[in-house]
């Protein structure tokens, strides 16, 4: 195996997929008191709200109905706060309550300790070959995410 690949590994790309998507469920699985389904319309509804919920639901790719059974819980748990839309009257705009907000943080910082945890058993040229592999799996992301249509 070439120790200095300069063209794309179809091998290093399969492994590099199911790694990072191992790593991906484990993380998901330290999740607290809200569903997955929650947790993510809380992160949309973080970065763009407020937001129209059927808004919400395109962003999260789910129907509508769908949306408003997620929104139920968000609302019952004081994470999220409906409001009358100021444009529509006949729909409603959802932003994150402080309680909202204090339970992404706790997600985050959460899922940030777990993956310090594992780094500490990393040696330390592991630890270099991560720090140098972070801007470019970054960079990786940003182009193979899916176009906005």
Sequence with gaps: MNSSPTQPDTEVAARLRVALGRLNRQLLQRQSEASFA??????????????RIGDLAQREKVAAPSMTRTLSGLVAAGWVQREPDP????????????????LITKVRNLRTAALVQGMERLTGSQLEALHAAVPVLEQLADEVEPKQR
């Design 38 to 51: 929650q947790l993510s319309a809380l992160f949309v509804i973080e970065k763009w709200g407020p937001i």
């Design 87 to 102: 444009e529509d009257g006949r729909s409603f705009m959802v932003s994150l309550t402080p309680g909202g907000a204090a």
